[in-house]
């Protein structure tokens, strides 16, 4: 399994988890398209105002070098944000989940308890007595062996 499955099923136990996540859930994608949109605005519109821009070639590259470094370095801020949001979020995860199931341990035991007593009669095997067989045998309701 993938860190890309591992987000979405922890994203998908979060939301059935938490009913407010989902509507947190939508504000925080808005603000990750909004950073995207501007980081790619910035990206372009440097680029154009490099290469728009009367100038000599040796300084054109010195400045194009200089905006993919700021690109690298907010794509490395943005991966390390996000490395430290799932981390956070596979911790609350995982406290939820054991929140969870100690909450309900108590009743799940309760109910399995229950189911054990109302099979536990038929638990017993089917077994005929020698005088119900004796009796089939004299009705004549038992095939004797060949």
Known sequence: MDLKNVQNKMKSLKLLLDPKAAAKEKR????????????????????????????TGENTRRKTKEELEKIKESLETNIAEGKEKLEVNLEE?????????????????????????????????????????????ELGLVKEEA
Not at 45 to 52: N, P, Q, S
Not at 120 to 127: R, S
């Open 93 to 137: 995860g995982k406290e939820k989940i054991i929140e969870l199931y100690e909450d309900k341990k108590e009743v799940i035991h309760q109910t399995f308890s229950t189911l054990k007593e109302k099979i536990k009669p038929y638990d017993e095997p089917n077994t005929v007595e020698e005088e119900e067989l004796d009796m089939e045998e």
């Open 28 to 55: 925080e994608e808005k603000k990750r398209t909004m950073k995207k949109g501007m980081a790619l605005g910035a990206f372009f519109g440097g680029l154009a105002g490099i290469f728009l821009a009367p100038d």
